[in-house]
């Protein structure tokens, strides 16, 4: 069975796009999957270092307001249509799957071309342009939320790896804080802001510390790789610990050591801090969509978090929230516990049988005919 994925850009398309070639190859052994992303997104390292080939396309933004790119637009997608179309023809795809981003909708359109079948996975809860685009003809539309607006969607959650799937985190959570260099006790807030960074989160924990000192809650920062270089002006702790790191390969291992997390509310994080229960402070990215803050409802609905708007979070509210929380270990252990019960943890199972299912000509229930 010849499978390609194409997705890329950040990790929250390639986090599941890899979650679930895993468990294509672990519900077909034989099966050969192929990787489609672009030349300047996290795929080029984020794909091999999981063992599967990739190939690149063009990346093609779709422009959302009247600029020159609009104008250009046409050409650059037949561009990229053809390069995916000779990529499917030479692997001899026999179904694709798309995760959305710039590499994801020419391949989409190149399959249909071809009369290859399509799966689309759309993980956020406002449905992106490139998968709203593939979704019209696909013949299964996986999403994570329910409310997406898609048209005939199947809601199997989003894939994860197995390390986050199958986590447990008080038992790795000596090992984990261990392998950051932190204290094996004491109270931990891991802040990310996703692959990408987020500058105001980092400004806010960075202006946090001297209070989260004196509550002797340490912080594990994760900057993003952008935002590590910019100097910083740490104060001396005496009561805690920061650790400030560029990226985290095995975030499971992050979330292992964290009591909290402030975090963007990016469609893997939700997810992920779901699955695991661990509670977190999420913030919006405050322009796009608005999908970020729909990613959020379902986990803050449930008691599992808490929202906090972009132009609200100052060093000092952050402070006061996560004081709050730290010292209340009863209320941190019933945010995880309901977090657990809202996301699947087997998403990526899903989403692979209907890929299979795909592949071999059967139609699910919910499928476009």
Do not use: W
């Amino acid at each position: 069975m010849r499978i390609v994925l194409a997705g890329g850009g950040t990790t929250g398309h390639i986090s599941p796009m890899l979650a679930t070639a895993a468990a294509l190859v672990e519900q077909v052994p034989t099966a050969a999957i192929t990787c489609v992303g672009t030349p300047v997104g996290l795929e080029t390292s984020l794909v091999p270092q999981a063992g599967f080939p990739l190939r690149v396309v063009d990346p093609v933004p779709l422009p959302r307001t009247v600029s020159i790119g609009l104008a250009t637009l046409p050409f650059r997608i037949l561009k990229s249509v053809g390069q995916a179309k000779a990529i499917l023809g030479e692997v001899g795809a026999e179904v694709v799957v798309g995760f959305g981003g710039y590499a994801s909708l020419p391949v989409c359109l190149a399959a249909r071309r071809a009369r290859i079948p399509v799966v689309v996975h759309e993980a956020n809860a406002v449905a992106g342009l490139a998968n709203r685009i593939a979704a019209r003809f696909a013949v299964a539309v996986c999403v994570a939320f329910a409310n997406t607006g898609l048209r005939r969607q199947i809601v199997t959650g989003t894939p994860v790896s197995q390390r986050v799937a199958g986590l447990d985190r008080p038992a790795e959570r000596l090992a984990a804080r261990a392998s950051f260099g932190l204290d094996p006790s004491g109270t931990v807030l891991l802040v990310s802001g996703g692959s990408q960074g987020a500058q105001s989160l980092n400004a806010a924990v960075v202006g946090a510390l001297p209070d989260l000192d004196k509550a002797g809650v340490s912080v594990l920062h994760v900057t993003g790789k952008k935002n590590f270089g910019s100097p910083v002006d740490v104060p001396s702790l005496t009561h805690a610990q920061y650790v400030r790191v560029p990226y985290v390969d095995r975030m499971d291992m992050a979330y292992a050591a964290a009591d909290l997390m402030l975090a963007r509310s990016g469609a893997a994080t939700v997810t992920e801090t779901a699955i695991v229960g661990l509670p977190a402070i999420f913030v919006p990215l405050p322009h796009g969509n608005g999908e970020q803050a729909k990613n959020a409802a379902g986990v803050v609905a449930a008691g599992a978090g808490e929202l906090i708007a972009d132009a609200d979070l100052t060093s000092a509210c952050l402070a006061e929230e996560v004081t709050r929380l730290s010292a209340d270990p009863a209320t941190l252990e019933r945010m995880g516990s309901a977090a657990r019960g809202v996301m699947p943890r087997d998403a990526a199972q899903r989403v692979a049988h209907l890929v299979i299912q795909a592949a071999s000509g059967t139609p699910h229930p919910g499928a476009k005919p």
